[in-house]
Structures are given as C-alpha cells and as structure tokens.
C-alpha cells in the first residue's frame, strides 16, 4: 500500500511562486505513475500534472503548462510541483496521487492512493 502526505500550500500573491512536496512510502514500483490534483470550492477535482515514475514523462493541464513543473526525486521518495506565476484561479486544495499502472492518466478514477491535500491560495 502506498502512503502519500502533501506539504508546501499557503497564502501567496499573484504571481508568487510555490512548491508543493509529495512525500511517498509505501511500495514504489517502476510501473507507478504519480499526479498532481487540484479541487477549487464548488468545483470538481480536476488534473493539474503527472510523471512516471521509472522515465520522468511529464504531462500537463493545458491551464497550467508553461508555469508549473513536475518532477520526481527517486531516491527521496518525493514527488514535487514548481509553481509559478500563480494566479487567484489557481487557488485550491491540492492532491497527490498515485497509480499503480504504467501511463500517465488525467482521470482522477485512474490513480489509486491519494493524499489528504494541501491547500493553496492566490490573493489577487
């Protein structure tokens, strides 16, 4: 079983930068795919970015390309998203998650383990 806790959210300006840490433990294995979620209040949960695990393939959310960066560090056990340029739409609790199949996915009913979530808020 995979065990995720998310740090790093709080109260930033508008065009400030984050960076959200994903601390995993558990059983790894080369096949997971980890993602980055975000749940504004009153909206569903909606993908923000996700990696393999093994290769480090990215992919993004149209909304947040060019501004935010995945990445994993193996030896760590850490998944992290660079934010910057924030934006008040940005504002959100922010989830990490992980799934056990190869493949990056979008879908939220794809990812297995999930974290409790940080929250993340932009003042304009």
């Known amino acids: 079983q995979v065990q995720l806790v998310e740090s790093g959210g709080g109260l930033v300006q508008a065009g400030d930068s984050l960076r959200l840490s994903c601390a995993v433990s558990?059983?790894?294995?080369?096949?997971?795919?980890m993602g980055w979620f975000r749940q504004a209040p009153g909206k569903e949960r909606e993908f923000v970015a996700a990696?393999?695990?093994?290769?480090?393939?990215?992919v993004y959310a149209e909304s947040v390309k060019g501004r935010f960066t995945i990445s994993r560090d193996v030896a760590k056990n850490t998944v992290y998203l660079q934010m910057n340029s924030l934006q008040p739409e940005d504002t959100g609790v922010y989830y990490c998650?992980?799934?056990?199949?190869?493949?990056?996915?979008?879908?939220?009913?794809?990812?297995?383990?999930w974290g409790q979530g940080t929250q993340v808020t932009v003042s304009s």
């Open positions: 990696i393999t695990w093994s290769t480090s393939y990215t």
């Open positions: 998650a992980a799934r056990r199949v190869s493949g990056v996915r979008s879908s939220a009913t794809d990812y297995n383990n």
């Open positions: 558990g059983l790894i294995f080369n096949s997971h795919s």
